[in-house]
DNA sequence: CTGAAAGCGCTTACAG
DNA sequence: CTGAAAGCGCTTACAG
């Protein structure tokens, strides 16, 4: 059997209550205890049972990240940077991923249902009327990752901001006949808007360019979407001279029909990804830096925040984009 | 407050045992009974903790999962079929990434120290055999994924079998100057061997061919590695005509070095990936199926097992790979 | 600074 | 089939 407090406390004679409190470091310990409580259970092997804690505590020490299937890469960068922020804290992360809308809306109820864990992270997904409300009953404290939501904290990207970073830089570079693949905005949610639709509208109207409706396209968040979208651009009378991807995967996409089309990039056309791969950066594309990490790191210290202090209020923190500058994009040929 | 068992058990006029009974779907429990404290239950919106259950039951229902960053896209995949195995179980699934050496020591550590789950299971990473022998000192079942060790259970896929797969595809196709850009099977341990080394020489002995020392290149697990290895091979006095890759991640990079130098795929050179990616999948790459989801779903059913019935022995369970015939392999130029 | 004791919300023999 | 009770291993007032 496993050694408990109560074997602890026997060979080092004290109460289990000093046992308890070296554990938790409190400062009521003398020097003396505490060595003895140390050397105890150094001797008998202690490990403090974390469900027994957890129990007593009535805190789970847990979190729990919701991570739907298109987070792709971004997942294990994510998970990283959670499990950095939880570092020094003995908290522990649980899993939940998700794949289509119907499961989604199950695991956002199991979520609050079954209340296993401290916190929620939620990443890049947004949040249903009934999960915002329930969490909010329940008083479970929650922070989204790159996706904002007025009813509770997030940390996230400016996409907006971040597609008029990419489109101005390609105005920059000359481009005229600029278009957008684009993704949806709530993947979940076949009416929301495009991630970047406007971020790259006024990008165009800011550099006095009258943006064209058939150079927005909405295409699915994968390299066959945006391969689909790309074979639809270059069939255009006016094939655009620069796209903007709302994705690396879809910018993968776009590449490679541009490269079976024969069209050089960037020579004949210059592409923007979003979002880093490690194949865009193998590839040299251009793209926009998400801070993926540092975005998960941020957010689970401010839910560690609210899990203590639980009157914190709901806060929207922005972490910036950069573009990484690479080979494939250039002035558009005259 | 939320309710407890016992306003459970005070609203529906029965003990707490049962509607403890009523919970664990216990048959020692009449119609009747049940009946009232369902609806007991339903009227109070009661949901049991999980934290008091694992706790009274000394059972944490939680299982570890264990993996290495160099799994990248591998991650997704495996956590989706380890929760599809877990689904009707009311296990919960507790992730821990593990990066360079000494991390995945400490995570190997505490995993057999805090026993906060009751089983784990290690993605694609070899077990140390400090972690071996406290494992079996704590008596925590263990399943492996697509590492083998013989003291315990893993389910995965024959390397060597697959590599020799892949090369004798290659042999068949009439290659006969073919390289091997393999990577290291314990990326954590310098000294390893290579994963595919043996299944490609296997292959190549079959076929009366014989194996070439400047063919086989161990690279770094990553398309940068397979790049270099692939500008190495292109520089020798006979090249090969065919490249089998341990990994996608590798494959890309072979290719995007092929295409720089002006070698065409398959026309010049044919390459075969190992377990299958997204990108690799659009990008018509010749691969090793890995099923990655089955190795996932049938470790993780095993590992159940294994909790319920601590006395079921280690077991190796291989799963067939299969290979992706694609756009990237033809047969030798004359 | 310290120990004895109550309590956390379940599960599980036990007696009936 | 059922209820009262002990027990799981901690934490946390409480009294000293």
Redesign the interface.
Known sequence: M?PTIADVAREASVGIGTVSRVLNRSPLVSAAARERVLAAMDRLGY?P????R??GRRR?H?IE?LVP?Y???V??ET??GV?QALADSNY??????V?ATDERDRVFDECC????SDGVLVVWMAPTDAFADRLANVGIPVVLLNTVDSRMSSVAVDHDAAAEQAAAYCLGLGHRRLALVDRLEDPYNRSSRGMCERGYQHALTTAGVTPRAEYTRLAEF???GG?AAMDALLQLDEPPTAVVAASD?QA??VI?VARIRGWSIPGDVSVVGYNDS??AR??GLTTVLVPVRDIAREATARLLGAISDSHAAPETTYLPTELARRRTCGPPRR
């Open positions: 496993r490990q049972s974390a469900t027994a957890a129990f789970t847990t990240l299937l987070a792709g890469s997942f294990l998970v990283r499990e522990t992360l649980l899993v939940r991923t794949g249902g079954r209340a296993s994968s390299a066959v391969a995967a993968v996409g490679e490690e194949v193998f590839l």
